[in-house]
């Protein structure tokens, strides 16, 4: 994954590319939200036979707080270079997004939502730094209005990896669990690089 963002960081036409990147990050952000209130609500059902359930469900009901609007915060970085909200809409996401978001639900309704804490570990374990920021701004030639999401992410995003590694750490996790955190996260990088890899190529 590190190697495929670094790829489109690098690339001779970073400043074509953001915007498809940014459309393609707002399909994905916009289903956080969804997604945690899925796994929370699937939580609260097996409260009375999993005693996994209780301490994930209050993780969970805290993360849908966290993630709330930073979805509009994005179309709002889009509108500053000259992408409109309906253009986001009318855009169906590509395969890779729709395998990446739709294997969470999947594991959720149909196996264990604990398998989804896999997503957001990398979702959220590799905050943009300052330093890319500012490469990026300078790369891009947008305005640093445009990069409000990033600079949020920046900021938010290290405590929310903490939040979380707390929570598993606490959490009373069987073998089987921690099996299905790693297959969550691999998988996520895994279709999270394609999708960067498809946009690059083209």
Known sequence: MATAYEALVVHPRLSELWPEYLVMQHEIIRAT????????TRSRELA???PLAAPLSSYLAEHVDEELHHDE????DLEVIGVDRATVAERMPTPAVAALVGSQYY??????PVSFLGYVAVMEGYPPTPELIETLIDKTGYPREAFRTYIEHA???PGHRDHLDRTVDSLPLAAWHESALGVSAISTAGLAARGLEELVEG
């Open 107 to 112: 594991w959720i309704l149909h196996f264990h």
């Open 155 to 157: 900021e938010l995003d």
């Open 48 to 50: 009375d036979t999993d």
């Open 73 to 76: 915060t994005l179309l709002d």
């Open 33 to 40: 939200v969804p997604l945690t209130q899925a796994a929370l």
